[in-house]
């Protein structure tokens, strides 16, 4: 007869998951399961989001499932940097399925998973440091380009903004928001009639114009345009900033 396993997967990026990286997974998971004479009861994944948050659904909605269904006997995966990218959460997850509730654990790319041997398990945190490690030293390279970035007056990420819009990964002027933004700033400054931030955000939803995101103006919305620095030409990324008369709209 054969196991009943519920799978995993988990993908960290955007990039990841465009690229396909969790049918790779699947794909790996699916023949991992076959040669094991291991039928998968239901999948639970986790496409494009970080392995260092603790709180994701498709680990939660897992355990659930766990819970509700004793019948189910394992968890399959493709490997522990799915479970997570930080030792602790890894081994929080494994406690979770393997200890606390008595599950067997199964990875595509690490056998022999179980805790019975303390060599195993020293392993298998070895791995989990050097998987932590590596995120890490990601995070830094990746923050280290995007500081450099911003010092010298680039784009280095964050929303664009009503007004703009990112082309070759460099942020330009989008004319048909940029108008809406002068809009705003032309009937704040209005000396024949005093606009409240909910009356520009009246006037502007009358006119069927639509925010960054699409919808309706709040009078919220309408004060963070005013108060963003940005429409005056100042790039503002964490301790950085510079001035960029380029993208200067108000």
């Known amino acids: 007869m054969k196991k009943r396993y519920y799978a995993y997967g988990r993908t960290s990026t955007t990039a990841q998951k465009d690229a ?3 049918k790779v997974q699947i794909d790996e998971i699916k023949a991992h399961a076959k040669k094991n004479d291991i039928e998968i009861c239901e999948w639970f994944l986790d496409d494009g989001v970080s392995g260092s948050e603790e709180k994701r659904e498709g680990i939660n909605q897992m355990l659930m499932a766990f819970d509700k ?3 189910v006997q394992g ?8 479970l997570g990218r930080e030792m602790r959460i890894q081994e929080q997850i494994i406690y979770e399925l393997q200890d606390k509730r008595g599950l067997e654990l199964l990875s595509v790319t690490e056998p022999d998973l179980g805790d019975s041997q303390p060599e195993r398990v020293l392993l298998r945190q070895i791995v989990g440091s050097v998987n932590q490690y590596d995120k890490r030293q990601i995070v830094l390279r990746l923050t280290t380009g995007r500081n450099n970035k911003a010092k010298n007056g680039g784009y280095a990420g964050g929303t664009s903004g009503l007004g703009y819009k990112v082309e070759g990964g460099e942020l ?5 928001g940029a108008e809406t933004v002068k809009l705003i700033f032309k009937l704040r400054r ?3 009639k005093k606009y409240s931030y909910q009356a520009i955000a009246d006037e502007l939803n009358q006119q069927g114009l639509l925010n960054a995101k699409g ?8 004060r963070g345009v005013l108060n963003s620095k940005r429409y005056k030409g100042k790039l503002i990324f964490g301790n950085f900033s510079t001035y960029r008369e380029d993208l200067k709209v108000a």
């Open 215 to 222: 919808k309706s103006f709040s009078g919220q919305g309408v």
């Open 172 to 176: 330009v002027i989008d004319p048909i």
């Open 69 to 71: 269904n004793p019948d």
């Open 20 to 22: 396909g990286n969790i």
């Open 75 to 82: 968890c399959i995966f493709y490997s522990c940097s799915r």
């Open 190 to 192: 209005s000396r024949l």
